[in-house]
């Protein structure tokens, strides 16, 4: 659903996120939005362009899931649209997509297109998308947090 303010959320310990392993593929954010634009696309609507600054924003939402090990659209940064007016985007319409665990982008991807509030963010009316993915732990165990932030600019 699009943007609505959310109560933020302080982390009480410090832990770096470790680096992806093996079971998620270097070049995932690529295979993310080659997902969301078929799906896009399944409908009639218009690609999105994969956006350094929503990449960033995203990719910092999900390492502090994994210093809270816990999935929630808080964020210490503030809300959604703080966090997107912090980076500098001109937005008029945000969204944001959530998930814990999945060890693949077309896991993740399914998980969210089966639920309606989730597709309608991929559906929605935006113009850029970025992704963040990080993971809580080590080998082929951790838990996988993934973000997706959805905008429309002007």
Known sequence: MPFTEKTSATASAKQEPVKLDAKVDSNWRQEMLDD?????GEDGLSPLELSDDLNAMAQN??????LIHKMTHDDPNGS??????TAGIK???????VAMGGETVTGVMSQWENSPHHLENILGSYNIVGFGLAVDGTGTKGTTYWTQNFANTF
Do not use: I, T
């Open 36 to 40: 969301v634009n078929s799906r896009r």
């Open 61 to 66: 939402h999900s390492d502090y899931q994994v």
């Open 80 to 85: 959604l649209g703080q966090r997107a007016n």
């Open 91 to 97: 937005w008029s319409r945000l969204a944001e997509n």
